[in-house]
């Protein structure tokens, strides 16, 4: 009853300029990314009203080695997150670990290793492979989906980079992620204006 988002949210895209111009131009539409390490599960990824950190990620991606990313480049987009599981609220979270207990009984009875977030690299101190995170929330909506219910979207909060002062519980890339499954919940694209 309380859990409908009130309003329409701006998600930003970090990706390559050639395929946002064809998206923009409706050549091609966003892929879905389902990596077994992505935080929030299946997929398309936007920032939340948050677009200087999609910028910051398009930037950092296209110097990984293969990036499909060039020409760095950020798309706006209007989204309703419709059927949301908003790990900001506390129901969703309650659900998230019961979704995990019931995972890790299922993986235990069939003799198999529950995955574990870690690192990419020495310098990754953030956990950004969440490979259990990923598994969790892939259970989840297969546990929705028994009961008849089908997540939209998937709303997250993380606490990533180094500390923003000494002492500080704030980091330098704290963000909101949303990862958009049904695509219809993208009600429209836009190129972000980069006014100071």
Request: glycine fraction near 8%; proline fraction near 3%.
């Amino acid at each position: 009853m309380y859990t409908t988002k009130p309003t329409f949210v701006y998600g930003f895209h970090g990706l390559d300029e050639t395929i946002a111009r064809k998206i923009l131009n409706q050549d091609c539409d966003f892929q879905l990314s389902n990596n077994n390490y992505d935080w929030l599960g299946d997929g398309v990824y936007f920032w939340e009203n948050n677009y200087e950190r999609a910028k910051q990620y398009a930037i950092e991606a296209s110097k990984r080695k293969g990036s499909t990313i060039k020409k760095p480049f950020v798309l706006g987009a209007v989204l309703d997150l419709g059927n949301c599981l908003d790990l900001l609220d506390q129901k969703y979270l309650d659900f998230l670990a019961l979704a995990y207990e019931k995972l890790e009984y299922h993986t235990k009875e069939e003799n198999l290793q529950l995955p574990t977030n870690g690192s990419f690299g020495k310098d990754d101190f953030d956990f950004k492979k969440r490979e259990l995170d990923c598994a969790v929330i892939r259970y989840a909506h297969e546990l929705a989906n028994e009961v008849g219910e089908k997540f939209d979207s998937v709303r997250a909060a993380f606490w990533e980079g180094e500390p923003l002062y000494k002492g500080s519980g704030f980091k330098r890339e704290n963000h909101i992620q949303i990862a958009i499954l049904n695509k219809n919940c993208i009600k429209g694209v836009f190129l972000p204006r980069d006014k100071k």
